[in-house]
C-alpha cells in the first residue's frame, strides 16, 4: 500500500551498491508522496583517497575536484581549459 502512489509514474532510481555515492543523509525538506512540491536533500559522501573520476562534461567539475584522481577524457573546451591548469591528465580517443 506504501507504493501504490508510484504506480503509472516515472520515478528516478537511486542507485546501489559501488555506485551509491551518498554515505549519509543530513537533512530532507518534503512529504512522502508529495510529488507537486520541490523536496530538498543534503547529504554527504566519504571518498576513497584512492578514488578516481573519469568525465568529459565541466559540469561534472565538483566530483572531479572531489576525487583524489581526476581524469578529463575526451574533454568539453571549458574542461579541458580547466584540466590542464590543475594538471589533471586528459585523455583523447577518436
Given at each position: 500500500?506504501?507504493?501504490?502512489?508510484?504506480?503509472?509514474?516515472?520515478?528516478?532510481?537511486?542507485?546501489?551498491?559501488?555506485?551509491?555515492?551518498?554515505?549519509?543523509?543530513?537533512?530532507?525538506?518534503?512529504?512522502?508522496?508529495?510529488?507537486?512540491?520541490?523536496?530538498?536533500?543534503?547529504?554527504?559522501f566519504?571518498?576513497?583517497?584512492?578514488?578516481?573520476?573519469y568525465?568529459?562534461?565541466?559540469?561534472?567539475?565538483?566530483?572531479?575536484?572531489?576525487?583524489?584522481?581526476?581524469?578529463?577524457v575526451?574533454?568539453?573546451?571549458?574542461?579541458a581549459?580547466?584540466?590542464?591548469?590543475?594538471?589533471?591528465?586528459?585523455?583523447?580517443?577518436?
Amino acid at each position: 500500500p506504501d507504493y501504490a502512489i508510484y504506480r503509472n509514474r516515472r520515478v528516478s532510481r537511486i542507485p546501489n551498491g559501488a555506485l551509491l555515492l551518498m554515505s549519509r543523509v543530513r537533512h530532507i525538506e518534503g512529504q512522502p508522496g508529495d510529488f507537486d512540491a520541490q523536496p530538498r536533500l543534503w547529504s554527504e559522501f566519504d571518498v576513497p583517497t584512492d578514488a578516481w573520476f573519469y568525465s568529459d562534461s565541466y559540469s561534472d567539475l565538483p566530483l572531479l575536484e572531489t576525487v583524489g584522481h581526476p581524469v578529463a577524457v575526451n574533454p568539453d573546451l571549458r574542461l579541458a581549459r580547466h584540466a590542464r591548469r590543475c594538471g589533471w591528465p586528459i585523455e583523447s580517443f577518436t
